[in-house]
């Protein structure tokens, strides 16, 4: 069975200091994983994924995600945090069973205090 | 730019009266999905078109039809609209064959039911 937890339902940060948004998945595949972060009334935007090559990925924005597949964890980091990062960010697994097969977990609302 | 393109941004209905979502894409892609996304939850996947081939979720409604007729155009009918259908509505689309099946999310619908 494949599933997403996303270990914090809220994270607050003050600006220029490290995000760490945290995200465990179960999978009987070896998954593709994504990370997507939604501004308040806007679509999802891919921020990164992990498609079996590089553990270490690098997205837009400065964010990057680490692929561990011992601690099934694809945790996503910042060094330095922007008032704009101030987002929901969903943490998505995907397999190759089929067309609908994306997996949400529950989403982290990401608070930047100036 | 090739994109996902969703019309209205805002609908307002009012209860019981058919509401059609529109969504179009020029990435040529084979595969459009719909999406219902309610306040601070993940998005829910309420059914997808592999080609022309109708995918329905178990658990969507029957309130709840979708039409494409061609590649690029998807649009999502609600019959009678209820007070609990109003929400964000999420078109997305992929290309079979793609490594990850990464879908690619227009900026979405926001639907007010009155």
């Known amino acids: 069975a494949q599933s997403v937890t996303q270990l914090d339902s809220h994270v607050s940060v003050s600006e220029g200091t490290p995000v760490l948004l945290r995200c465990n998945y179960s999978s009987s595949y070896s998954p593709s994983l994504f990370w997507y972060v939604q501004h308040p009334n806007k679509g999802l935007q891919l921020l990164l994924k992990y498609t079996s090559a590089a553990t270490l990925v690098k997205g837009i924005n400065g964010f990057e995600a680490e692929f561990k597949k011992s601690e099934t964890s694809f945790h996503l980091t910042k060094p330095s945090a922007h008032m704009s990062d101030a987002a929901e960010y969903f943490c998505v697994v995907s397999e190759p069973t089929g067309a609908n097969n994306l997996f949400f977990g529950t989403g982290t609302r990401l608070t930047v205090i100036p | 730019d090739a994109m996902v393109i969703q019309n209205p941004r805002y609908q307002v209905t009012q209860f019981g009266k058919p509401v059609t979502l529109s969504c179009s894409q020029t990435?040529?892609?084979?595969?459009m999905y719909w999406y219902q996304q309610k306040s601070s939850q993940a998005p829910k996947l309420l059914f997808h078109?592999?080609?022309?081939?109708?995918?329905n979720e178990a658990d969507t409604p029957d309130n709840f039809q979708s039409r494409r007729p061609n590649t690029s155009f998807c649009f999502l009918d609600i019959r009678s609209p209820g007070l609990g259908d109003a929400a964000m509505y999420l078109c997305?689309?992929?290309?079979?064959?793609?490594?990850?099946?990464?879908?690619?999310f227009g900026p979405g619908t926001r639907l007010t039911v009155t």
């Open positions: 078109y592999y080609d022309k081939d109708f995918n």
């Open positions: 990435l040529n892609h084979n595969v």
């Open positions: 997305a689309t992929s290309r079979e064959g793609a490594v990850s099946y990464e879908q690619y």
